[in-house]
């Protein structure tokens, strides 16, 4: 029986990037060490380990500074506007600005610690053609 699931980030610097998931967004720290930090936002969780620490395989690990390409974690609030109003305001760079999608979202993109792409999502009325039909 499954009890849990939840995404495990890899990066260079699991402290920075909690912190940014804290303060931005809620969370809160349930363990925290230098490699490795869990967050839990009610009932939500979400963890990021060093991606060069030894528990990892040494094929998988990654060199200091690197985080895995392409890496997006969507985050899905009740009011996108005022969440990115405050995002701005406190200085984090903005990859997409706030806007509308005719595939039923309102979201910006902002960028974490390492790299880390963050879309946060309001989900909204579809306005054009659902994707895939």
Known sequence: MITS????????DPG????????????????S????????ADGHEI??????HETIPAGHRAAPGVTAPGLLVNI???DV???AERLI??????????RSEDFGQRHIIVEAPGGIMVDVI???PFTGEHPGG
């Open 5 to 12: 699931v939840y995404p495990v980030i890899m990066t260079d």
């Open 16 to 31: 920075s990037v909690a912190s940014f998931f804290c303060t931005h967004f809620g969370f809160e720290a349930v363990f």
């Open 33 to 40: 060490s230098d490699w490795y930090v869990s967050l839990n």
């Open 47 to 52: 963890a990021f380990l060093r991606s060069g």
């Open 76 to 78: 899905e609030v009740d």
């Open 81 to 83: 506007d005022a969440v």
């Open 89 to 98: 305001a406190g200085g984090v760079p903005v990859l997409q600005p706030l």
């Open 122 to 124: 309001t989900p909204i």
